[in-house]
């Protein structure tokens, strides 16, 4: 099986991050459908195959195990052609992705997707925070060039529909750029 370096890969990578409840899945499952990518849920993996180092006291929740799920994903993201969803991104290698989308959502719309979703607390405000202050956004840009983080409004349903277009055409831009 062909395998390629960052540089060789004839599909880009994306990662779609952002806070938890901003449409990631959502978006991603629908990308990956309609554009024929292959979708990986970081988190979901994680729990597949207990990718846990331990359990966080603090937010009730187990702590990944980051070698691991590097370990677990580098031979399938060297192929390209992969949209990876994660509400992080700074440990993931700089060489993986091509793109970054970054799903940003109003505080009200995210507090209400979160409550329902059975939030509540310290887990509900600190998430809100984090999209407040922009963490995730901050984050992309400090772990991957800043001209490849895209930032995507993920409010409405019709967005889904405008954000695959978007990535669409970034990918489309990619691959003309890298066509060798
Ligand atoms: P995430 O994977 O980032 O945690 P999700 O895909 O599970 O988020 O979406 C959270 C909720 O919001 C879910 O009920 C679907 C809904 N949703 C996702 N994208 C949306 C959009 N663009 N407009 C309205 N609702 C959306």
Redesign the pocket.
């Known amino acids: 099986m062909a395998t390629f370096t960052a540089e060789a890969r004839p599909s880009p990578n994306i990662l779609v991050t952002?806070?938890?409840?901003?449409?990631?899945?959502?978006?991603c499952q629908e990308t990956a459908q309609r554009l024929g990518m292959q979708y990986i849920n970081v988190g979901d993996l994680a729990k597949e195959k207990e990718l846990y180092e331990g359990w966080d006291e603090e937010y009730q929740c187990p702590i990944l195990d980051e070698d691991r799920i590097i370990d677990e994903l580098e031979d399938v993201v060297r192929e390209g052609n992969c949209v990876l969803?994660y509400?992080s991104c700074e440990f993931f290698p700089e060489r993986w992705f091509d793109l970054i989308f970054v799903?940003r959502t109003d505080n009200t719309i995210l507090y209400n997707?979160l409550e329902?979703?059975g939030y509540t607390g310290r887990k509900l405000q600190d998430n809100i925070q984090c999209e407040i202050f922009q963490t995730i956004l901050e984050e992309a840009r400090n772990s991957y060039l800043p001209s490849i983080v895209y930032e995507l409004s993920?409010?409405?349903?019709e967005?889904?529909d405008s954000n695959i277009e978007k990535i669409r055409s970034t990918i489309l831009k990619w691959k003309m750029n890298n066509q060798r």
């Open positions: 952002g806070t938890p409840g901003t449409g990631k899945s959502t978006l969803d509400h799903l997707r329902a979703r993920s409010n409405e349903p967005e889904i």
